[in-house]
Structures are given as C-alpha cells and as structure tokens.
Nanobody, 124 residues
Framework: QVQLVESGGGLVQAGDSLRLSCTASGRTISNYAMGWFRQAPGKEREVVAAISWNGASTYNAEPVKGRFTISRDNAKNMVYLQMNSLKPEDTAVYYC?????????????????WGQGTQVTVSS
C-alpha cells in the first residue's frame, strides 16, 4: 500500500506561484508513474500533469502548459508540482496519484493510490 499526502496549497493572488508537494509512504514509488489531478466545484476531476517512473517523460495539460512543472525525487519518495503565473481558473482541490504502471496515464482510473487533496485558491 502507498499513502500519499499533499501539501503546499493555499490562497494566493493571480500571478503568484505555489509549489505543491506529495509525500509518499508505505513503499517506494520509484517504479510508479505519478500524476497531479485537480477538481473544481461542479467539475470533473482532470489531469494536470503526469510523470513517468524515472522522470524522463512528463505531460502537462493544455491549460497549464508553460506555467506548471511536475518533477519527482525518488530518493525522497516525493513528487512536486511547481505552479507559476496562477490564474483564478486554477482554483481547485489538487490531488496526487500513483499508478503501478511505469509510464503515466491521463486517465484517473489508471491510478491506484490517491492523496486527500490540497486546496488551491487563486483570487483575481
């Protein structure tokens, strides 16, 4: 079993930056693909960014391209999401997820472990 805990969310103004962290415990995630998803009120959960097991391959959803960067530190069992130039439409609960496949998927159903989420609120 893998337990995931997100941190780093908060209330910021448009244009600000935040760095989300995902701390894994229970077992190593070094062989797992990881993803960041978000869910805004009244909307479906959507993928934001994803990364392969070794960090060699990453994906960013179109709305966050050029602003968000996913990274991982397998030695620390952690995954990060650097979010720059935040916009009000980025407001959502952000979730970290781990999938037992090595290469990432864009479908939340392909991820086996989820954190509780961290709220990100961007004011205009």
């Amino acid at each position: 079993q893998v337990q995931l805990v997100e941190s780093g969310g908060g209330l910021v103004q448009a244009g600000d930056s935040l760095r989300l962290s995902c701390t894994a415990s229970g077992r190593t995630i070094s062989n797992y693909a990881m993803g960041w998803f978000r869910q805004a009120p009244g909307k479906e959960r959507e993928v934001v960014a994803a990364i392969s097991w070794n960090g060699a391959s990453t994906y960013n959803a179109e709305p966050v391209k050029g602003r968000f960067t996913i990274s991982r530190d397998n030695a620390k069992n952690m995954v990060y999401l650097q979010m720059n130039s935040l916009k009000p439409e980025d407001t959502a609960v952000y979730y970290c997820a781990a999938g037992r496949a090595r290469y990432y998927s864009l479908r939340y159903s392909d991820y086996d472990y989820w954190g509780q989420g961290t709220q990100v609120t961007v004011s205009s």
